[in-house]
């Protein structure tokens, strides 16, 4: 598999600024720095997404279009959107993690022009803290809105060997399905990721 291209197009407020083609989209939704943007440049091979120290950078729903030449995706090149959703779990007057996702994923996943195989995404968790409320309530909002996804357990190679086989259990238990490790600074994980994303996006088809 090759990356061809890879680009910031856009940011988005609402529905009214997300882009209008059929390429299929996949939405990465997270806690604040649970590594969104490093994970969309580590997937990519390209700084494209702006990564910060401080919690909340992202605020606006931002769109990356990606081409790839061939790898799980199938032969020939085929594109998508990696959509990185502003970060839950961080506001000053202490508004429900749940209902910051919420706000901002009704807007994009009730999108009338998102093709309904395109209602995917990435919810990535932090390996060192599974099990967090604010991860199991943005669980079960995209679980009621009725969007597929995946849960990514970013960060793994902070963790010892010990630390990762338990965590890795205790976040399985916490969401009914295992969740795959991954590290934006090692690229472990990435291959597999990217097969998650291809299957996301023959669903889009």
Not at 31 to 55: F, Y
Request: net charge positive.
């Amino acid at each position: 598999m090759k990356v061809l291209n890879a680009d910031f197009v856009t940011s988005a407020v609402g529905a009214d600024g997300i882009p209008r083609d059929e390429v299929p989209r996949i939405a990465l939704a997270g806690r604040s720095n649970v590594g969104k943007s490093s994970l969309i440049n580590a997937l990519c091979r390209s700084k494209i997404a702006r990564t910060s120290a401080a919690p909340g950078k992202t605020r606006l729903v931002n769109f990356y279009r990606i081409t790839i030449e061939g790898g799980p995706g199938g032969p020939g090149r085929w594109p998508l959107y990696l959509v990185d959703l502003p970060g839950y779990g961080y506001a000053r007057g202490g508004d429900d993690a749940a209902a910051e996702l919420a706000a901002v994923a009704e807007s994009y996943f009730a999108d009338a022009g998102m093709k309904p195989g395109a209602r995917g995404a990435l919810l990535l968790v932090d390996s060192r803290h599974p099990g967090l409320p604010q991860d199991r309530a943005a669980a079960g909002w995209l679980s009621r809105a009725r969007v597929r996804y995946d849960i990514v357990a970013t960060k793994i190679d902070k963790l010892t060997r010990q630390e990762r086989v338990k965590n890795l259990r205790t976040l399985e238990t916490e969401f009914a399905r295992a969740a795959l490790p991954v590290s934006a600074a090692n690229g472990e994980g990435m291959d597999e990721l990217w097969r998650t994303i291809a299957r996301h996006v023959r669903n889009a088809e």
